[in-house]
Protein backbone atom coordinates (compact mmCIF):
# COMPACT_ATOMS: atom_id res chain seq x y z
CA UNK A 1 0.00 0.00 0.00
CA UNK A 2 1.79 3.45 -1.00
CA UNK A 3 0.75 6.59 0.53
CA UNK A 4 -0.83 9.54 -1.87
CA UNK A 5 1.63 11.35 -3.50
CA UNK A 6 2.47 15.23 -2.16
CA UNK A 7 1.93 17.73 -5.35
CA UNK A 8 5.40 19.24 -5.19
CA UNK A 9 8.99 19.48 -4.01
CA UNK A 10 11.34 22.02 -4.45
CA UNK A 11 14.38 20.42 -4.30
CA UNK A 12 18.22 21.38 -4.34
CA UNK A 13 17.61 24.76 -3.37
CA UNK A 14 19.19 26.95 0.27
CA UNK A 15 16.25 27.32 2.59
CA UNK A 16 16.11 30.15 3.72
CA UNK A 17 14.85 31.55 8.03
CA UNK A 18 15.42 33.85 10.06
CA UNK A 19 17.42 31.13 12.32
CA UNK A 20 19.95 30.03 9.54
CA UNK A 21 20.33 28.82 6.01
CA UNK A 22 20.13 25.21 5.20
CA UNK A 23 20.06 22.51 2.79
CA UNK A 24 16.66 21.22 2.43
CA UNK A 25 14.12 20.44 0.40
CA UNK A 26 10.65 20.85 1.03
CA UNK A 27 7.12 19.17 0.07
CA UNK A 28 4.11 20.29 -0.44
CA UNK A 29 0.85 19.00 -0.54
CA UNK A 30 -2.44 21.09 -1.48
CA UNK A 31 -2.44 24.51 0.62
CA UNK A 32 0.18 23.42 3.01
CA UNK A 33 3.85 22.82 3.55
CA UNK A 34 4.17 19.35 4.78
CA UNK A 35 7.47 18.42 5.23
CA UNK A 36 10.98 19.95 5.05
CA UNK A 37 14.40 18.13 5.23
CA UNK A 38 17.30 16.93 3.32
CA UNK A 39 17.20 14.99 -0.01
CA UNK A 40 13.48 14.42 0.00
CA UNK A 41 13.23 11.44 -2.81
CA UNK A 42 11.46 12.79 -5.65
CA UNK A 43 8.99 10.00 -6.76
CA UNK A 44 7.29 11.41 -3.28
CA UNK A 45 5.43 14.31 -5.21
CA UNK A 46 4.08 14.43 -8.66
CA UNK A 47 6.47 17.75 -9.42
CA UNK A 48 9.40 18.72 -9.08
CA UNK A 49 10.77 22.40 -9.09
CA UNK A 50 14.39 22.82 -9.24
CA UNK A 51 16.08 25.19 -6.96
CA UNK A 52 19.52 24.57 -7.47
CA UNK A 53 21.92 27.33 -6.97
CA UNK A 54 18.92 29.57 -5.47
CA UNK A 55 17.47 30.54 -1.62
CA UNK A 56 14.17 29.36 -1.18
CA UNK A 57 12.60 32.00 1.28
CA UNK A 58 9.40 32.35 2.57
CA UNK A 59 7.07 34.76 0.60
CA UNK A 60 7.21 38.16 1.41
CA UNK A 61 4.16 40.41 4.12
CA UNK A 62 4.06 43.77 2.83
CA UNK A 63 2.63 45.06 5.94
CA UNK A 64 2.63 48.85 4.11
CA UNK A 65 1.01 49.47 0.84
CA UNK A 66 -1.90 52.19 -0.40
CA UNK A 67 -3.68 50.40 -3.11
CA UNK A 68 -5.76 53.38 -4.09
CA UNK A 69 -4.47 55.61 -6.72
CA UNK A 70 -3.43 54.62 -10.53
CA UNK A 71 -2.91 50.59 -8.86
CA UNK A 72 -5.82 49.48 -6.52
CA UNK A 73 -5.39 45.60 -5.44
CA UNK A 74 -5.96 43.94 -8.96
CA UNK A 75 -2.66 45.59 -10.48
CA UNK A 76 -0.63 46.19 -7.42
CA UNK A 77 -0.86 42.56 -6.07
CA UNK A 78 0.11 41.80 -9.64
CA UNK A 79 3.05 44.08 -9.47
CA UNK A 80 3.72 42.54 -5.44
CA UNK A 81 3.81 39.08 -6.92
CA UNK A 82 6.91 39.82 -9.60
CA UNK A 83 8.79 41.40 -6.16
CA UNK A 84 8.78 37.89 -4.10
CA UNK A 85 5.84 38.84 -2.27
CA UNK A 86 3.16 36.96 -1.37
CA UNK A 87 0.88 38.68 0.92
CA UNK A 88 -0.24 42.19 1.43
CA UNK A 89 -1.65 44.24 4.07
CA UNK A 90 -3.34 47.10 2.69
CA UNK A 91 -4.51 50.33 4.64
CA UNK A 92 -8.13 51.15 4.32
CA UNK A 93 -9.83 54.28 5.26
CA UNK A 94 -13.19 55.75 4.78
CA UNK A 95 -14.49 58.83 2.49
CA UNK A 96 -15.23 60.84 5.47
CA UNK A 97 -11.92 62.89 4.80
CA UNK A 98 -14.01 64.12 1.60
CA UNK A 99 -17.28 64.61 3.08
CA UNK A 100 -18.97 61.57 2.73
CA UNK A 101 -21.11 60.11 5.06
CA UNK A 102 -19.09 56.64 5.42
CA UNK A 103 -17.28 54.35 8.25
CA UNK A 104 -13.64 52.89 8.13
CA UNK A 105 -15.89 49.77 8.70
CA UNK A 106 -17.97 49.96 5.45
CA UNK A 107 -14.77 51.05 3.77
CA UNK A 108 -12.63 47.70 4.79
CA UNK A 109 -15.68 45.68 3.99
CA UNK A 110 -16.16 47.27 0.74
CA UNK A 111 -12.04 46.44 0.47
CA UNK A 112 -12.82 42.73 1.25
CA UNK A 113 -15.13 42.43 -1.77
CA UNK A 114 -12.88 44.04 -3.92
CA UNK A 115 -9.87 41.48 -2.78
CA UNK A 116 -11.77 38.55 -3.15
CA UNK A 117 -12.54 39.43 -7.08
CA UNK A 118 -9.26 40.72 -8.39
CA UNK A 119 -6.31 40.50 -6.22
CA UNK A 120 -4.17 37.61 -6.93
CA UNK A 121 -2.28 37.49 -3.68
CA UNK A 122 -4.09 36.67 0.04
CA UNK A 123 -4.42 39.89 2.21
CA UNK A 124 -5.18 41.21 5.26
CA UNK A 125 -5.51 44.92 6.18
CA UNK A 126 -5.45 47.75 8.29
CA UNK A 127 -7.23 50.43 9.60
CA UNK A 128 -6.57 54.05 9.00
CA UNK A 129 -8.36 56.22 11.51
CA UNK A 130 -9.92 59.58 10.77
CA UNK A 131 -10.63 62.44 13.67
CA UNK A 132 -14.04 62.00 12.52
CA UNK A 133 -14.21 58.53 12.92
CA UNK A 134 -16.31 57.14 16.12
CA UNK A 135 -13.33 55.04 17.65
CA UNK A 136 -15.53 53.88 20.41
CA UNK A 137 -17.73 52.00 18.00
CA UNK A 138 -15.25 51.45 15.05
CA UNK A 139 -12.12 50.01 17.18
CA UNK A 140 -13.90 46.71 18.65
CA UNK A 141 -16.15 46.39 15.41
CA UNK A 142 -13.00 46.30 13.15
CA UNK A 143 -11.17 44.08 15.67
CA UNK A 144 -13.96 41.77 15.50
CA UNK A 145 -13.36 41.55 11.74
CA UNK A 146 -9.87 40.83 12.34
CA UNK A 147 -8.68 44.40 11.69
CA UNK A 148 -6.07 44.23 14.46
CA UNK A 149 -4.33 47.21 13.60
CA UNK A 150 -5.06 51.02 13.43
CA UNK A 151 -2.75 53.72 11.53
CA UNK A 152 -3.53 56.88 12.57
CA UNK A 153 -1.64 60.29 11.00
CA UNK A 154 -0.02 62.70 13.07
CA UNK A 155 0.58 65.52 10.44
CA UNK A 156 -2.08 66.14 7.40
CA UNK A 157 -3.93 68.87 9.57
CA UNK A 158 -5.14 70.76 6.44
CA UNK A 159 -5.71 68.04 4.87
CA UNK A 160 -8.24 67.02 7.32
CA UNK A 161 -6.51 63.72 8.06
CA UNK A 162 -4.82 64.28 11.74
CA UNK A 163 -6.14 62.26 14.44
CA UNK A 164 -5.79 64.46 17.46
CA UNK A 165 -4.03 63.86 20.61
CA UNK A 166 -6.96 63.33 22.81
CA UNK A 167 -8.67 60.92 19.96
CA UNK A 168 -5.04 59.20 19.64
CA UNK A 169 -4.92 58.31 23.05
CA UNK A 170 -8.67 57.09 23.06
CA UNK A 171 -7.75 54.87 20.20
CA UNK A 172 -4.60 53.63 22.24
CA UNK A 173 -7.38 52.07 25.06
CA UNK A 174 -9.17 50.49 22.80
CA UNK A 175 -7.15 49.00 21.22
CA UNK A 176 -5.37 47.91 24.11
CA UNK A 177 -8.19 46.81 25.43
CA UNK A 178 -9.57 44.07 22.84
CA UNK A 179 -5.68 43.13 21.84
CA UNK A 180 -5.26 45.17 18.71
CA UNK A 181 -2.12 47.67 18.09
CA UNK A 182 -1.74 51.39 17.19
CA UNK A 183 -0.10 52.36 14.44
CA UNK A 184 1.28 56.10 13.98
CA UNK A 185 2.65 58.14 11.05
CA UNK A 186 4.93 60.46 13.08
CA UNK A 187 5.51 63.99 11.79
CA UNK A 188 4.83 67.17 13.77
CA UNK A 189 1.57 68.16 11.60
CA UNK A 190 1.01 71.54 13.06
CA UNK A 191 4.63 72.61 12.37
CA UNK A 192 4.93 71.13 8.74
CA UNK A 193 1.70 73.39 7.74
CA UNK A 194 3.41 76.27 9.60
CA UNK A 195 6.48 75.70 7.76
CA UNK A 196 4.96 75.00 4.45
CA UNK A 197 2.80 78.28 4.79
CA UNK A 198 6.06 80.03 5.37
CA UNK A 199 8.15 79.06 2.51
CA UNK A 200 4.56 79.90 0.35
CA UNK A 201 4.29 83.17 1.59
CA UNK A 202 8.60 84.30 0.80
CA UNK A 203 7.87 82.35 -2.48
CA UNK A 204 10.04 79.52 -1.92
CA UNK A 205 8.03 76.43 -3.81
CA UNK A 206 10.56 74.78 -5.30
CA UNK A 207 11.74 71.07 -5.03
CA UNK A 208 14.52 72.44 -2.78
CA UNK A 209 12.07 73.42 0.15
CA UNK A 210 10.77 70.74 0.64
CA UNK A 211 13.01 68.76 2.62
CA UNK A 212 13.54 71.83 4.59
CA UNK A 213 9.74 71.85 5.64
CA UNK A 214 9.78 68.54 6.94
CA UNK A 215 12.77 68.24 8.77
CA UNK A 216 14.01 65.46 11.09
CA UNK A 217 13.27 67.10 14.51
CA UNK A 218 9.45 66.66 13.66
CA UNK A 219 9.55 62.67 12.93
CA UNK A 220 11.94 62.71 16.53
CA UNK A 221 8.84 64.75 17.87
CA UNK A 222 6.31 63.01 17.13
CA UNK A 223 7.78 59.36 17.84
CA UNK A 224 8.49 60.62 21.29
CA UNK A 225 4.78 61.54 21.68
CA UNK A 226 3.10 58.69 20.30
CA UNK A 227 5.36 56.23 21.95
CA UNK A 228 4.72 58.20 25.68
CA UNK A 229 0.87 58.01 24.95
CA UNK A 230 1.51 54.18 24.13
CA UNK A 231 3.07 53.74 27.47
CA UNK A 232 0.28 55.92 29.57
CA UNK A 233 -2.07 52.98 27.30
CA UNK A 234 -0.15 50.27 27.89
CA UNK A 235 -0.55 49.57 23.77
CA UNK A 236 1.38 48.23 21.41
CA UNK A 237 3.16 51.14 18.55
CA UNK A 238 3.90 50.43 15.34
CA UNK A 239 5.80 53.13 13.89
CA UNK A 240 5.91 53.16 10.31
CA UNK A 241 8.27 54.64 7.62
CA UNK A 242 11.15 55.39 10.20
CA UNK A 243 13.63 57.81 8.13
CA UNK A 244 15.65 59.89 10.83
CA UNK A 245 19.04 58.53 11.77
CA UNK A 246 18.09 60.15 15.71
CA UNK A 247 15.15 57.45 15.91
CA UNK A 248 17.49 55.10 17.31
CA UNK A 249 17.79 56.83 20.19
CA UNK A 250 14.59 57.13 20.59
CA UNK A 251 13.43 53.17 20.17
CA UNK A 252 16.60 52.24 22.42
CA UNK A 253 15.06 54.40 25.20
CA UNK A 254 11.32 53.35 24.71
CA UNK A 255 12.10 50.42 24.09
CA UNK A 256 14.28 49.47 27.20
CA UNK A 257 11.50 50.79 29.29
CA UNK A 258 8.96 47.65 28.00
CA UNK A 259 7.29 49.72 25.74
CA UNK A 260 5.66 46.92 23.07
CA UNK A 261 7.32 48.84 20.59
CA UNK A 262 8.12 48.23 16.73
CA UNK A 263 9.36 50.11 13.78
CA UNK A 264 9.57 49.92 10.08
CA UNK A 265 11.20 51.28 7.39
CA UNK A 266 10.94 51.21 3.76
CA UNK A 267 13.68 50.52 0.39
CA UNK A 268 13.42 54.43 -0.35
CA UNK A 269 14.83 55.42 3.35
CA UNK A 270 17.54 52.65 3.07
CA UNK A 271 18.80 53.88 -0.40
CA UNK A 272 17.46 57.23 -1.85
CA UNK A 273 18.23 60.42 -0.49
CA UNK A 274 16.99 63.75 -1.04
CA UNK A 275 19.13 64.33 -4.15
CA UNK A 276 16.21 62.53 -5.94
CA UNK A 277 13.98 65.30 -4.92
CA UNK A 278 16.39 67.74 -6.23
CA UNK A 279 16.63 65.98 -9.76
CA UNK A 280 13.17 64.97 -9.81
CA UNK A 281 10.94 67.33 -8.08
CA UNK A 282 7.30 65.69 -7.30
CA UNK A 283 7.92 62.62 -8.49
CA UNK A 284 10.26 61.45 -5.33
CA UNK A 285 7.82 63.72 -3.10
CA UNK A 286 7.34 61.13 -0.10
CA UNK A 287 6.62 61.84 3.54
CA UNK A 288 8.57 61.93 5.50
CA UNK A 289 10.96 63.07 2.64
CA UNK A 290 13.89 61.41 1.83
CA UNK A 291 16.63 62.24 4.27
CA UNK A 292 20.83 61.39 3.68
CA UNK A 293 22.95 59.15 3.48
CA UNK A 294 23.99 58.83 6.95
CA UNK A 295 20.11 58.49 7.64
CA UNK A 296 19.80 55.49 4.74
CA UNK A 297 22.93 53.77 7.04
CA UNK A 298 21.47 54.50 10.48
CA UNK A 299 18.19 52.57 9.04
CA UNK A 300 20.58 49.77 8.20
CA UNK A 301 22.11 49.64 11.35
CA UNK A 302 18.81 49.49 13.01
CA UNK A 303 17.61 46.40 10.75
CA UNK A 304 21.02 45.03 11.73
CA UNK A 305 20.57 45.48 15.81
CA UNK A 306 17.04 44.56 16.47
CA UNK A 307 16.05 48.18 17.05
CA UNK A 308 14.00 48.51 13.68
CA UNK A 309 11.57 45.01 12.67
CA UNK A 310 10.69 45.28 9.26
CA UNK A 311 10.71 46.54 5.97
CA UNK A 312 7.43 47.40 4.40
CA UNK A 313 7.12 49.30 0.78
CA UNK A 314 4.77 52.16 1.62
CA UNK A 315 3.50 51.69 -2.38
CA UNK A 316 1.03 54.37 -4.03
CA UNK A 317 0.40 53.57 -7.53
CA UNK A 318 0.87 56.69 -8.86
CA UNK A 319 1.42 57.69 -12.36
CA UNK A 320 3.33 60.68 -13.43
CA UNK A 321 0.67 62.75 -13.93
CA UNK A 322 -1.32 62.04 -11.07
CA UNK A 323 1.68 63.75 -8.72
CA UNK A 324 0.08 67.08 -8.63
CA UNK A 325 -3.66 66.44 -9.20
CA UNK A 326 -4.75 64.28 -6.17
CA UNK A 327 -4.68 61.37 -7.74
CA UNK A 328 -6.26 61.98 -10.77
CA UNK A 329 -5.20 62.13 -14.25
CA UNK A 330 -3.71 65.80 -15.24
CA UNK A 331 -3.54 66.40 -18.97
CA UNK A 332 -0.15 69.26 -17.54
CA UNK A 333 2.48 66.79 -17.76
CA UNK A 334 5.07 69.21 -18.12
CA UNK A 335 4.61 70.20 -14.32
CA UNK A 336 4.99 66.79 -12.72
CA UNK A 337 8.71 67.44 -11.87
CA UNK A 338 7.60 70.56 -9.83
CA UNK A 339 9.13 73.55 -12.38
CA UNK A 340 8.95 76.58 -11.33
CA UNK A 341 5.79 77.66 -12.05
CA UNK A 342 4.25 74.09 -9.63
CA UNK A 343 4.39 74.33 -5.78
CA UNK A 344 6.13 71.24 -4.68
CA UNK A 345 3.52 71.44 -1.61
CA UNK A 346 0.86 71.45 -3.91
CA UNK A 347 1.95 67.59 -5.48
CA UNK A 348 0.89 64.46 -3.78
CA UNK A 349 2.97 62.39 -1.91
CA UNK A 350 3.74 58.40 -2.26
CA UNK A 351 5.78 56.45 -4.73
CA UNK A 352 6.09 52.80 -6.29
CA UNK A 353 8.19 50.73 -4.79
CA UNK A 354 6.82 47.11 -4.12
CA UNK A 355 8.12 44.97 -6.98
CA UNK A 356 11.52 46.45 -6.28
CA UNK A 357 11.83 46.20 -2.77
CA UNK A 358 12.98 42.62 -2.28
CA UNK A 359 15.65 43.11 -4.85
CA UNK A 360 16.88 46.55 -3.54
CA UNK A 361 16.97 45.49 0.04
CA UNK A 362 18.87 42.24 -1.12
CA UNK A 363 21.60 44.34 -2.75
CA UNK A 364 21.87 46.88 -0.63
CA UNK A 365 21.42 44.76 2.53
CA UNK A 366 23.11 41.47 1.67
CA UNK A 367 25.37 42.21 -1.23
CA UNK A 368 26.92 44.95 0.67
CA UNK A 369 27.25 43.26 4.17
CA UNK A 370 24.96 45.82 6.13
CA UNK A 371 22.65 42.67 7.21
CA UNK A 372 22.72 38.94 6.91
CA UNK A 373 20.59 36.62 4.34
CA UNK A 374 18.67 35.41 7.60
CA UNK A 375 17.92 38.51 9.18
CA UNK A 376 16.41 40.35 6.20
CA UNK A 377 13.89 36.72 5.87
CA UNK A 378 13.57 37.63 9.51
CA UNK A 379 12.37 41.99 8.91
CA UNK A 380 10.43 41.08 5.56
CA UNK A 381 8.59 37.65 5.99
CA UNK A 382 8.98 36.68 9.69
CA UNK A 383 8.67 39.73 11.78
CA UNK A 384 5.47 41.34 9.70
CA UNK A 385 3.38 38.30 10.01
CA UNK A 386 4.10 37.85 13.98
CA UNK A 387 3.65 41.55 14.45
CA UNK A 388 0.13 41.43 12.27
CA UNK A 389 -1.24 38.31 13.62
CA UNK A 390 -0.71 35.97 10.54
CA UNK A 391 2.21 33.73 11.64
CA UNK A 392 2.83 30.72 11.36
CA UNK A 393 0.49 30.46 8.34
CA UNK A 394 2.17 33.66 6.65
CA UNK A 395 5.84 34.40 6.95
CA UNK A 396 6.92 31.02 7.58
CA UNK A 397 8.87 27.71 5.88
CA UNK A 398 7.80 25.15 8.71
CA UNK A 399 5.20 22.04 8.72
CA UNK A 400 1.99 23.02 8.50
CA UNK A 401 2.66 26.87 7.27
CA UNK A 402 0.70 28.10 4.13
CA UNK A 403 2.93 26.98 0.83
CA UNK A 404 3.89 30.53 0.42
CA UNK A 405 7.74 30.52 -0.89
CA UNK A 406 10.09 32.21 -3.10
CA UNK A 407 13.00 30.69 -5.13
CA UNK A 408 15.13 33.86 -5.44
CA UNK A 409 18.40 34.14 -7.86
CA UNK A 410 21.64 35.51 -6.50
CA UNK A 411 23.14 35.48 -9.82
CA UNK A 412 20.48 37.55 -11.68
CA UNK A 413 22.22 41.05 -12.83
CA UNK A 414 19.26 43.11 -13.74
CA UNK A 415 18.20 45.92 -13.95
CA UNK A 416 15.42 48.02 -11.92
CA UNK A 417 13.07 50.47 -13.99
CA UNK A 418 9.54 51.39 -14.79
CA UNK A 419 9.17 49.77 -17.77
CA UNK A 420 10.16 46.48 -16.26
CA UNK A 421 7.25 46.68 -13.47
CA UNK A 422 4.07 45.01 -13.66
CA UNK A 423 1.80 47.69 -12.39
CA UNK A 424 0.01 50.88 -13.98
CA UNK A 425 2.24 53.59 -12.45
CA UNK A 426 4.74 54.76 -14.66
CA UNK A 427 7.75 55.83 -13.00
CA UNK A 428 9.86 54.62 -9.89
CA UNK A 429 12.69 56.30 -8.34
CA UNK A 430 14.72 53.27 -8.96
CA UNK A 431 14.96 53.63 -12.39
CA UNK A 432 18.10 52.52 -13.75
CA UNK A 433 19.51 50.67 -10.72
CA UNK A 434 21.85 47.84 -11.10
CA UNK A 435 21.19 45.02 -8.85
CA UNK A 436 22.11 41.68 -8.44
CA UNK A 437 19.60 38.51 -7.57
CA UNK A 438 16.26 38.30 -8.55
CA UNK A 439 12.93 36.43 -7.62
CA UNK A 440 12.28 33.84 -10.73
CA UNK A 441 9.67 31.44 -9.03
CA UNK A 442 6.49 32.20 -6.54
CA UNK A 443 4.16 30.24 -5.44
CA UNK A 444 0.85 30.92 -2.80
CA UNK A 445 -1.01 27.88 -0.54
CA UNK A 446 0.78 25.04 -3.30
CA UNK A 447 -0.08 27.18 -6.46
CA UNK A 448 2.43 28.44 -8.89
CA UNK A 449 1.89 32.32 -9.00
CA UNK A 450 5.15 33.54 -10.91
CA UNK A 451 7.15 31.13 -12.99
CA UNK A 452 9.11 31.74 -16.38
CA UNK A 453 8.53 35.73 -16.29
CA UNK A 454 4.91 35.42 -15.92
CA UNK A 455 1.80 35.27 -13.74
CA UNK A 456 0.44 31.75 -13.63
CA UNK A 457 -2.52 32.28 -11.34
CA UNK A 458 -5.98 33.90 -11.97
CA UNK A 459 -6.76 36.76 -9.97
CA UNK A 460 -9.62 36.07 -7.24
CA UNK A 461 -8.05 33.14 -5.44
CA UNK A 462 -6.93 35.22 -2.92
CA UNK A 463 -7.67 34.85 0.62
CA UNK A 464 -8.78 37.39 3.46
CA UNK A 465 -6.50 36.29 6.31
CA UNK A 466 -8.00 38.05 9.80
CA UNK A 467 -5.29 39.30 12.24
CA UNK A 468 -4.94 36.79 15.20
CA UNK A 469 -5.09 39.04 18.51
CA UNK A 470 -4.06 35.70 20.54
CA UNK A 471 -1.51 34.82 18.23
CA UNK A 472 0.17 38.39 17.72
CA UNK A 473 4.14 38.97 18.36
CA UNK A 474 2.78 41.41 20.88
CA UNK A 475 0.22 39.24 22.83
CA UNK A 476 2.06 37.65 26.35
CA UNK A 477 1.37 33.78 24.54
CA UNK A 478 2.37 35.20 20.67
CA UNK A 479 5.72 34.18 18.67
CA UNK A 480 8.64 36.38 19.70
CA UNK A 481 10.31 38.42 17.27
CA UNK A 482 13.89 37.54 16.49
CA UNK A 483 17.03 39.84 16.57
CA UNK A 484 20.11 39.60 14.68
Known amino acids: MTSEKADYIVAGGLVVRGSGITREDVLISGETIAEIGPDIAPDRASRVVDASGAYVLPGVVDAHNHPENADRIETFSLSAAFGGITTVVPFVRSRRAAGEDDTTI ?3 NRFIEE ?6 LDYGAHAILLAADDVEEQVPGLIDM ?6 MFMTYPSRGMMMPDDRMLRAMELASRDGGIAMVH ?3 GYCIDHLVDQFTAEGKTSAEYFAQSQPRLLEIEAINRAATYATVADCPLYIVHLSAREVLDVLTRFKGDGLRLFGETCPQYLDLTNQKMLDHGALAKIGPP ?3 RPDNEAMWRGLASGLIDTIGSDFCGFRADQKFTGGQSAGDEDSVDGSADSSIFEASFGGNWAEQMLCVAFEEGVNRGRVTLPRLVQVMCENPAKIFGLYPQKGSLTAGSDADLVIFDPSVSHTLSAEAQHCNADFTMFEGKQVL ?6 MQRGQIVIQDGEMKRERGQAK ?3 GNRDEAA ?8 VGV
Open 106 to 108: DAV
Open 115 to 120: ANETSY
Open 146 to 151: GVISFK
Open 186 to 188: AEN
Open 290 to 292: LRE
Open 437 to 442: GKPVFT
Open 464 to 466: FYP
Open 474 to 481: YAPSGHQL
